[in-house]
């Protein structure tokens, strides 16, 4: 699986951005697909994900009400919608994806996918 991440850019507390995720290789109704951040001087952490078969969605609390992930069988492309945008939400934006059979929660840990687009900036300012 390869993934094209983009749609980054610098904008003002409130505003919104939606990143896209473009997917190439195998059919990917196995597969889930999630968006990762980090900021400077911290870990990557988990944003939001999906399970492309179910179209099942999972959030960070620090982002459930403000951002939505959906995804475009039809392009290959997931999307993360994010409005109310805070400074704090300023990171490097990566998607992953990971050939995924586990019913439950969604993987949330960086270790746990296998494959990575590359970061798109996102920067908040207030």
């Known amino acids: 699986v390869q993934l094209q991440a983009s749609g980054g850019g610098v904008v003002q507390t409130g505003d919104f951005l939606r990143l896209s995720c473009a997917a190439s290789?195998?059919?990917?109704?196995?597969?889930?697909i999630a968006w990762f951040r980090q900021a400077p001087g911290k870990e990557r952490e988990f944003v939001a994900g999906?399970?492309?078969?179910?179209?099942?969605?999972f959030y960070a609390g620090s982002v459930k009400g403000r951002f939505t992930i959906s995804r475009d069988s039809a392009k290959s492309t997931v999307y993360l919608q994010m409005n109310n945008l805070k400074p704090e939400d300023t990171a490097l934006y990566y998607c992953?994806?990971?050939?995924?059979?586990?019913?439950?929660?969604?993987?949330?840990?960086?270790?746990?996918?296998?494959?990575w687009g590359q970061g798109t900036q996102v920067t908040v300012s207030s």
């Open positions: 999906i399970r492309w078969g179910a179209g099942t969605t």
């Open positions: 992953a994806a990971v050939r995924d059979f586990v019913l439950g929660d969604i993987r949330r840990s960086e270790v746990q996918y296998d494959y």
């Open positions: 290789g195998p059919t990917l109704s196995s597969y889930s």
